[in-house]
């Protein structure tokens, strides 16, 4: 157990509104991740953190934003949610102890967002 | 950019019996790793196994192991004497830095 915690694990929101996920670690992992995943397309990368305030784009980051002001808290942000946000949200983290030396990644339980 | 194709949406194993698992990727690079999560019911991802690119010896962890060929861009998993506690989907991964990406999956079915 990796220590990573999400919140909430699930969310009902309409369209047009703002949504904020919190994904919280305790091991002071280096590296923090947001995935969301889709049927017939796996788990796709949002944004990634590698530091307090570094963040950087993924593959899928159009629509939401992060911030991350401490080690051990990473925030994804839907400004106005779309039904195509409805997904199942990852975090994930690596690096652990604060090095860049841990390739490995461990995933938190995911959050089930549902945008109506 | 980075693909990664998992060419089996399903499969099915006899308890106690092998399957393979297939994972192609498609890279540039030379210096990369590669993974497979297992993804029960519960939908926690868990790690089951790791293969570093520089590696040539194939990775093993109990009854998990993988056919690595890095010519070939190919990256199979075997489990060997399949339980029902096994029954999960299946994720291959590549990563490269910070780049990680997934392919879209196989469920495999254990029947007993």
């Known amino acids: 157990d990796a220590g990573i915690t999400q919140s909430p694990r699930h969310k009902v929101t309409e369209t047009g509104t703002p949504v904020t996920l919190r994904c919280h670690q305790t091991?002071?992992?280096?590296?923090m991740y947001w995935y969301r995943q889709d049927p017939g397309h796996g788990l796709r990368l949002i944004h990634y953190s590698y530091g307090v305030k570094d963040t950087d784009k993924g593959e899928v980051s159009d629509g939401y934003s992060v911030s991350r002001s401490k080690t051990e808290d990473f925030l994804l942000t839907l400004e106005s949610a779309t039904s195509s946000q409805t997904s199942v949200y990852f975090c994930a983290i690596s690096g652990r102890g604060g090095t860049a030396t841990s390739y490995e990644q461990y995933f938190g339980p995911g959050t089930r967002l549902t945008v109506t | 950019a980075q693909t990664v194709t998992q060419s089996q949406p399903e499969m099915s194993v006899q308890e106690a019996e092998t399957v393979t698992l297939s994972c192609t990727y498609d890279t540039s690079e030379s210096d990369y790793y590669l993974f497979w999560y297992k993804q029960p019911p519960s939908r926690q991802m868990i790690l089951v196994i790791r293969?570093?690119?520089?590696?040539?010896q194939n990775a093993t962890e109990n009854r998990f192991s993988v056919n690595f060929q890095k010519a070939a861009k190919s990256f199979s998993l075997k489990i060997s004497d399949s339980q029902l506690g096994d029954a999960a989907m299946y994720f291959c991964?590549?990563?490269?830095?910070?780049?990680?990406?997934f392919g879209a999956g196989t469920r495999l079915t254990v029947k007993p």
């Open positions: 293969q570093e690119a520089y590696k040539q």
């Open positions: 091991e002071n992992h280096r590296y």
């Open positions: 991964a590549y990563r490269v830095n910070n780049d990680m990406r």
